[in-house]
């Protein structure tokens, strides 16, 4: 923060003592204080970590707000509530709370009844202050994502928008700020609120950020607002055609969508739009992934390949993540192990390559190298529920029932709607013998989010429970629920024919196995790839129904064994998707030898 320092001599009446030096120091352009060089308070320095200075701190001065009355702040160099000893952290003035509405854009524009002084022409900001605000406000914002007690994540988040607010009124230009209001709004669960940040930003910057716009998009999308998302993704594009992220949050959102050719186009038009030296590597960990769904591995394999020759790419957990995963199922346990190392090299706190490596070594047998990750992991990201509840099956697997209990209600008191973890805890006590308990636990998990696609699991898993227990009707019930929730769910679908049949409703049987087919294949069709890399004789492109349908009406009659593996979920099944950073273990220690 710059100041300019002038030294004003001042005299006493014939007095021969030596001159008094006071220094009035100049706030970003205006006077906001003069204070003696003698005073006590100049035995304090403050360092400024950022722009390597040393300078002397104001311990108290006045400035002017935009309605032109003077209000007080207080510089104090012991550390703040955050636990930071900045004194960009610790100064806040009596009237920098939140509003009721969390989010109050009228605050950064000027008030026609401010004094004549305020509407003198002010210098630029430093862009160094800009810097340190905002680094400072995402440190604090990532820190409360960490923290298992819901008072003080909410109160780490308000702490980092109040810094958000203050980066905004010194520069409005810069979108950094309401990027971060954004997130953070979204967060504590104000998406109104969010909405209004950005469209604040896109207003301040003339819609020429991509940065806002891709946020905002992204908002749009969790709401389930399709055409809302798709507008603000083009128009991301459309602000800078080089913003990788927001080509890959838009091709992620059509995939989401069953639309996969159009998400495989826009991965690619991104990589051909981004310079090389800027190459985002999640454009090609998302075109590998793609490319592994489909079950072309050696297209996969070239795809992470070429992401980890780039710079970024080398770097990124997520792709050496991806890669891992690959090989792992492809039955090289080496190799895959030598790249969950890679990934924990380069970014050792990751929450997913903790847990992937995990499940990998749980299905290899090591028992003992998966509870030491999942520990790990654990301690490295104690507010993540999903390493919680992989834990606690790991545990409930080994039968270490007591703990396996504490982690999951650890979990579910961390997250309430992660449903996963309600499930997961259902059937470790089912299989424990506690039927009553398992069924509650059901019944608290549904109702978290009945409408949500996570639900028809809970809904078939207690279904099941039913039926073994003599409860037809209410299974019945229970499987229709559960198809309600997701249409697509074939477990649900062929669980709930198999009980028809044993109770010798052959008819019905049949016409619940017809309505799967139809429903998976009509989502084979949204999933057909159309690229040019498939499209190489004539049934190319629907190979993936033809082999959908083929799977289906070759094993209409579900085995006894089937069914009790649908019953239930596989073990750490979710775990696939996630990545998670480690330190080097098992022999590996250089990302070179991939």
Request: proline share 4%.
């Amino acid at each position: 923060m710059a100041r300019t320092c002038q030294a004003f001599y001042l005299k006493s009446g014939g007095s021969r003592r030596p001159p008094r030096k006071r220094w009035s120091i100049c706030h970003h352009g205006r006077a906001t204080a003069s204070v003696g060089i003698f005073s006590p308070v100049y035995t304090q320095l403050e360092f400024s970590r950022v722009a390597g200075q040393i300078r002397p701190p104001l311990p108290r001065y006045e400035r002017r707000s935009t309605t032109g009355h003077r209000r007080h702040q207080t510089t104090n160099l012991t550390a703040s509530s955050t636990g930071q000893g900045d004194t960009f952290l610790s100064v806040y003035s009596s009237e920098d709370h939140l509003s009721s509405d969390l989010y109050d854009g009228s605050r950064q524009g000027t008030d026609k009844s401010a004094s004549p002084t305020a509407l003198e022409p002010k210098r630029a900001p430093l862009k160094i202050n800009q810097d340190i605000l905002i680094h400072q406000a995402a440190k604090i914002r990532n820190k409360g994502l960490k923290l298992r007690n819901k008072d003080e994540r909410v109160r780490y988040r308000f702490d980092a928008l109040r810094i958000y607010q203050r980066a905004r009124a010194l520069d409005p230009r810069d979108g950094r700020a309401y990027v971060g209001m954004g997130q953070v709004l979204r967060q504590l669960g104000e998406y109104d609120a969010a909405r209004r940040c950005y469209q604040d930003g896109c207003d301040a910057t003339g819609g020429e950020n991509a940065y806002i716009w891709q946020a905002w998009g992204t908002l749009e999308a969790e709401e389930g607002n399709v055409s809302r998302a798709r507008q603000l993704y083009d128009a991301a594009t459309a602000a800078d055609k080089t913003h990788a992220a927001a080509w890959h949050a838009w091709g992620m959102f059509e995939k989401s969508q069953g639309n996969y050719q159009r998400a495989r186009d826009l991965f690619v038009k991104g990589m051909r739009m981004v310079p090389h030296p800027r190459a985002n590597p999640h454009l090609y960990q998302s075109l590998g992934v793609m490319a592994m769904e489909r079950g072309r591995i050696q297209e996969a394999r070239e795809h992470f390949k070429e992401g980890t020759k780039t710079e970024a790419g080398a770097r990124s957990a997520a792709l050496w993540q991806a890669w891992a995963i690959l090989e792992s199922r492809e039955g090289n346990s080496d190799q895959a192990r030598k790249l969950f190392q890679c990934g924990l090299v380069v970014d050792p706190n990751n929450r997913y390559v903790w847990l992937s490596w995990a499940v990998f070594e749980a299905r290899q047998g090591f028992a003992d190298r998966a509870r030491s990750l999942l520990t790990r992991g654990c301690k490295l990201n104690p507010g993540d529920p999903p390493l919680l509840q992989a834990l606690a099956r790991l545990e409930a697997a080994e039968g270490n029932m007591t703990t396996a209990r504490i982690l999951f209600e650890q979990g579910t008191k961390l997250d309430p709607l992660h449903q996963a973890n309600w499930q997961a805890w259902a059937l470790a006590e089912w299989k424990h013998g506690d039927i009553d308990y398992a069924r509650e636990l059901l019944q608290r998990g549904v109702w978290v989010s009945p409408r949500s696609k996570n639900a028809s699991k809970l809904f078939q898993a207690w279904g099941v429970l039913e039926e073994r227990d003599g409860n037809v009707a209410l299974a019945r019930q229970l499987y229709k629920c559960g198809i309600r929730a997701d249409p697509t769910s074939e477990i649900t679908w062929l669980t709930w024919a198999l009980m028809e049949e044993k109770q010798g409703n052959d008819v019905r049987a049949g016409e619940l196995r017809n309505l799967c087919v139809q429903q998976r294949a009509e989502e084979a069709v949204g999933q057909s790839d159309l690229s040019p890399a498939a499209m190489f004789g004539i049934d190319s492109a629907l190979r993936p129904v033809l082999r959908s349908l083929a799977t289906l009406l070759g094993n209409q009659l579900p085995t006894q064994e089937s069914a009790n593996r649908y019953s239930g979920c596989k073990e750490l099944e979710l775990s696939d998707k996630e990545i998670q950073q480690a330190e080097p273990l098992f022999g590996v220690s250089s990302p070179k030898d991939s």
